[in-house]
């Protein structure tokens, strides 16, 4: 379609639908931005949700950012570059990311919820008044690492190979964004973390449902799997197809 109506590719690129763009260099502040990003998407955007849809915490990728799937009487909460968003029905309201606190009462009325995710490897919260480190260009890159991710994800779960495929979602616990499907010895998850705690730049990811060996394969140190970091697209001409062949190559032998 976009062929057919190239006045319409930056819109199509910009929704990851169509005429990719390529994931630019990563931005010198993208950790400190994605970590708090982290913390706005665990104690406010996904309680958003969970209050609304009977406790449902994932999120998803959204123009310009991540937040939640419609809920509720057509609500939802999200990120854009540096600003908040909450949408009610036809009315929509905006304004910086500031602080936790802040953030909260935009959203959700009232101050965060600290508790819930205490069982859950997740950022601490820290101080609610502090303001968040958003960078601007970082925030950008976290946008478009999710709307890439997305974009193959979906893709791949398209595939005849990817059986029982679950939903593409975001999970606030990990901030990463994957799903899964069946194989002979259980269920692989698929995804892409915009980096944690082992690993400070985003990458793919492949999670099998047993025990394989470590091996040029499977090449993961910090679980048992393989990783496709983001340094590796950086310089491959087209993106897209570099990734789908990681996922594939490692789908391939658990079938």
Request: aromatic share 10%; hydrophobic share 45%.
């Amino acid at each position: 379609w976009v062929g057919a109506h190239p006045e319409h590719a930056g819109w199509a690129a910009d929704r990851w639908l169509a005429a990719f763009r390529p994931l630019g260099p990563i931005p010198g502040q993208l950790a400190e931005t994605r970590v708090a990003l982290h913390r706005l998407a665990v104690y406010v955007l996904s309680l958003a949700r969970q209050r609304r849809s009977n406790g449902k915490m994932a999120l998803r990728w959204t123009l310009g950012g991540v937040g939640t799937p419609f809920f509720g009487d057509d609500g939802q909460v999200r990120t854009v570059g540096t600003d908040l968003v909450r949408q009610r029905g036809s009315s929509a309201a905006a304004t910086a990311i500031t602080t936790l606190n802040e953030a909260a009462a935009f959203v959700l009325d009232g101050p965060p919820d600290t508790e819930w995710a205490k069982g859950f490897d997740v950022p601490a919260p820290g101080d609610l008044d502090e303001p968040l480190p958003v960078d601007a260009e970082a925030a950008r890159f976290v946008g478009d690492w999710y709307g890439f991710a997305w974009s193959v994800l979906e893709a791949l779960r398209a595939e005849p190979a990817s059986a029982d495929a679950g939903r593409v979602q975001l999970w606030p616990e990990h901030f990463d964004a994957a799903f899964d499907f069946r194989v002979r010895d259980g269920r692989v998850t698929f995804g892409a973390s915009p980096g944690d705690a082992a690993a400070d730049e985003p990458y793919f990811y492949v999670l099998p449902a047993g025990e394989v060996p470590r091996s040029d394969l499977w090449n993961a140190c910090s679980f048992n799997g393989a990783v496709l970091p983001v340094r590796d697209l950086v310089g491959e001409a087209d993106q897209r197809p570099a990734a789908l062949e990681f996922f594939r190559t490692h789908r391939a032998p658990l079938l």
